[in-house]
């Protein structure tokens, strides 16, 4: 707490007179004037520090206009803008003449500083041959905030020769919504502000815009003397003579659109590469939001129920939603935060998978659905064994899911095989960020190889082909092993059963036992020894993922004491060649029958030697199997030593 006085309590000082010798008044005059002189030296030195930042920062901040050369001229521009969904899609039709006395190969795109920000996508190419050039950021006019882009051709263009570019741009977030609160069945309008005239950098001999709308219904528009014609759904500006580089004339248009407008907050996509399953498991996660006009006061039961059962559709609510998903798609799950959700269905078409689903609640403008669903599909739908080069190619939609909807963040995560090496990503546009990693999940010992691609502000263009090619030669043979009976060599073997299996918590090997029941030919000299052809065979094997190595022991657990055969192979990855797996195979076949011991140990040799045959055989045949499953050419194999 403060204790203020009041002023009127205040005590009245009394005056003192000191008496100062005059040496001290003499002393204390020069030690004054030298610090008078001192700080008048400091403050001019301060003031010509000051004077120069101020000269320095003010240089710095002045900049003049980019100036692109003017070695091109527009001889028409035919513009069109889409204003029927909630991305403004741009299509610039461009007929330019090289006005310079020389080749050139490049050309400049203007982009206003305010829309640069919400460009989500551009695109250029030949209007004659198809051909998409290559487009990059260029400088940037900090005076007049344009951001150039140029455009380089795949040829450079003759003097006074004409070339027809097409350019395709789209911009998201740029329309509001007035007004921006309606009743729970009121009709929703948005406004669009723009330009006129098309983005160019050079002088345009003549020019025209198109615009096209989603319906009809319009409130207002920017009218122009003579130069706006409209006719139902369309209206059209122009045409424009000698229209200057970077010209500007304001065009709003406030227009009817009676559909939901979703945004996704966020999104992620998993996908989780098996070879061994021969599975790709897809998994997606959704932040949802409706950014259509806000709900204008408290939500209506009543008129909600009144909405659905006589059919009203002047609402921009949404209560379904629909995702395609592949032709093969099974196992479909859908949960959000609550847990598993039940009102969906499900239906597998010939060239697609129908997912229809609704969320716990209609979704109005301004509310938000988070939830995430699952499937899984056929590995060999999407991946592919290049024998040439030795690689698996993965190749997959970057996103696939609801069209003319902005994503905000999208994240996509590729889990390949354990083991995967030599990974290389391929996408047709740029990413945010690209990074690579290890993801361990159960039963994994070193993890498996991650792949993280992101990016922000995508839309319908994004939707194209991811590839992931990568090198995993050392599973498909052991995979080969678990999966070699039955096959057309293994006739004899009846039946197969996995009596344990785990992971060694301290080495992170994978150990099985399984036991084999064979069906034999006794010899004719045999049959009074031996009552029944069936033997059981325990077979035992170790898995270590560090030296990709793989080691079996086989032995028959029943006709011991007439002979006993035991069997070891090992499996790893060539020393010389990193494509192809090296089994070592070793035997030894024992007999303790008496005077029979030789014969039967060498009957044994004998079948040893054909049944490796036949085994080999079977190995490849499985391999092939599995290629032909996943679309692979037979290419990789193993050698016997």
Known sequence: ??????????????????????????????????????????SLTCTIVLIVCAAVFSSSATSTPVNVPQYWRNSNILRTIDLTSPIVRETTVIIAQNVHDDLIGEYYFPVKEKLDKHLAWIEAKERKTDVVFDVEKAEFDSINHIQYYKITFDRRVEPQEKITVIIKTAFTHILTTVPHEIPQTGRQYLLYEGNQYASSAYLSEKQKTNVKLASSTLLSYTQRENKVNRNDKTITYGTYNNIAPDAYDELKIHYGFQKPIFTVKSFRRDLEVSHWGGNLAIEEHFNLTHDGARLKGQFSRLEYQQTTMYGHHDTIMTRDLQLLLPPRASDVYYRDEVGNVSTSTFRNERDRSVFDFKPRYPLYGGWNYTWNHGYNVPLSDFVRYHSKSGRYILNVPFLSAFTQTVYDKVQVRVMLPEGAKNVKVDIPFSLDTLTHGVFKTNLDTTGRYLVVLEKNNVVDEHFEKLQISYTAPWDIVTLAFWMRYPNPFASHVLSVDVIDRHVDPTSGMLRTTRLILKKGKVPSWGIGLIRTPEAY???????????????????????????????????????????????????????????????????????????????????AHVLEMIREKQRLRPRRGFMSV
């Open 537 to 619: 065979i325990l077979e035992e094997s170790i898995v270590d993922p560090h030296t990709k190595t793989m080691v079996t022991r086989t032995k028959n657990i029943t006709h011991v004491r007439k002979m006993q055969v035991e069997e070891w192979q090992t499996f790893r990855v060539d020393s010389h060649n990193n494509e192809c797996t090296k089994v070592k195979t070793e035997a030894r076949i024992i007999s303790k029958f008496g005077w029979l011991s030789e014969r039967i140990e060498g009957f044994g040799l004998k079948k040893f030697t054909d049944n490796t045959v036949k085994s080999r055989m079977g190995m």
């Open 1 to 42: 707490m403060l204790n203020v006085a009041s002023t009127n309590n205040v005590t009245p000082r009394k005056k003192v007179r000191l008496r100062v010798s005059p040496s001290f008044r003499s002393r204390f005059l020069c030690i004054y004037l030298t610090q008078m002189r001192l700080f008048s030296i400091y």
